[in-house]
């Protein structure tokens, strides 16, 4: 079998797909279920089908595009990523797990390569928080992580539900048939950038991910009294902004004092009401993103931001309410994935880094149904979630390599 990755061909699907956006070049905004994610989505599907898979999409909007295997019947090998991005995103988060899951694909197909069990690639809904306010909700619901239930009635900020959203999408099935069997994935592997600097400080272009970190976020709303900023002299305050700047503070404390680096706190939303120059803000709305390697240690500074919250409040008369919107346990990588990853390196002579994934992906959720892995490739100075985020096409196209020759030896 002689694989070979288009890599112009590859990198010039990045780069269309990056033109779909609500942001200006080089940054990309897709926020799912917007028109721009809806043509993006179409675009994937589109090229999908080119490369003669047959496709079908669940009712939160998952693509499924499988290659059928000789035994059809078998469970499938999956791979995938996401093409939602956040307000002023890069353009390969997710998108090279997508478009060089495809490659991949089509460079086995070329290869005369003929799987037994399937082979489907996964693009899955809305991985990114940024409307409902939790991420990675397709993935959620095909593992069972999230029920039908409460991922219907989940709103974004101008109150629309995940159900009508979707449905105005055209996404009009049940919920509750996007779970998937356990014997549904014979294995998942999902290839991504590392969003780290660890691989470019090491010098090398594939990571072998032994692990995913546990994820947690917060809703936080605190409020106090608003007034004429001129009128209402200090004794007499109460407000909200004060409190949040040093709930804020108390977070980022909690994640330095945990005794690890692997301890992260961020505050990336911060709402203020009236939000006028010359008013006592009355009320703010903040989002806490809080995440670990080790699931005692994030849950002891999840505790360490609740007691703080209680003294802001107390010492400051306002009210504080924090809002659990999830609280996800880390996932180990299957051992048979991470095995044919590094055989597949060692094949093609790639130096490879096993390590821990930092930030979240759809695989920390499918891995609760399926044996999972990741394979990273590095990104320039480790950036993402940012309009400069890059990585090297030569890079793209070793991660696609390897993900074919994992994904022959997963379905063989
Ligand atoms: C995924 O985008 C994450 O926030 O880790
Ligand atoms: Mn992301
Ligand atoms: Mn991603």
């Avoid at 693009?123 to 397709?138: D, N, Q, S, Y």
């Amino acid at each position: 079998m002689k694989l070979e990755i288009d890599q112009r061909g590859l990198n010039a699907e990045i780069e269309t797909l990056a033109a779909i956006s609500d942001a200006e070049p080089p940054a990309v905004t897709r926020i799912v279920f917007t028109p721009t994610d809806l043509k993006a989505r179409a675009r994937m599907i589109s090229l999908c089908e080119e490369a003669g898979l047959t496709v079908r999409q669940d009712a939160i909007g998952n693509i499924f595009a499988r290659w059928n295997g000789a035994d059809p019947a078998a469970p499938a090998v999956g791979t995938g990523s996401h093409i939602d991005a956040i307000p002023n995103a890069g353009k390969y988060d997710g998108v090279v797990g997508v478009l060089g899951g495809l490659e991949a694909i089509r460079a086995l197909q070329r290869s005369g390569f003929r799987p037994k069990n399937s082979i489907e690639l996964l693009v899955f809904a809305t991985e990114e928080p940024t409307r409902f306010g939790i991420g990675c909700l397709g993935s959620r619901l095909l593992s069972g992580t999230l029920s039908a239930e409460a991922a219907a009635k989940l709103k974004d900020r101008d109150g629309e539900t995940v159900d009508e959203a979707r449905r105005k999408a055209g996404f009009d099935g049940n919920l509750q048939d996007v779970k998937l069997p356990r014997s549904y994935y014979k294995a998942f592997v999902e290839l991504h950038i590392e969003q780290g600097p660890l691989l470019e400080r090491a010098k090398t272009s594939v990571g072998i991910v032994k692990s995913i970190a546990a994820p947690a976020s917060f809703r936080i709303s605190i409020d106090g009294a608003g007034g004429h900023s001129g009128g209402v002299l200090m004794p007499d305050r109460k407000d909200a902004l004060c409190a949040a700047a040093q709930l804020i503070l108390a977070s980022e404390n909690a994640a330095r004092s945990s005794g690890a680096v692997d301890t992260v706190a961020t505050v990336g939303v911060c709402d203020v009401f009236p939000s006028a120059v010359n008013s006592i803000p009355s009320r703010v709305r903040i989002t806490l993103d809080i995440r670990d390697t080790d699931l005692a240690r994030r849950d002891g500074a999840m505790q360490a931001i609740e007691r703080a919250s209680q003294e802001i409040a107390a010492k400051r008369q306002v009210s504080i309410q924090l809002e659990l919107v999830n609280a996800d346990a880390p996932a180990d990588c299957a051992p048979e994935v991470r095995t044919a990853l590094a055989d597949s390196c060692r094949q093609h002579g790639f130096r490879f880094l096993e390590m821990v994934s930092r930030a979240y992906h759809d695989s920390l959720f499918v891995s609760r149904i399926a044996p999972t892995g990741m394979l990273f490739i590095p990104c320039r100075s480790g950036h993402s979630h940012r309009p400069d985020e890059y990585a090297v096409p030569d890079d793209i196209a070793r991660g696609a390599l390897v993900l074919a020759e994992t994904l022959a030896k997963l379905s063989a």
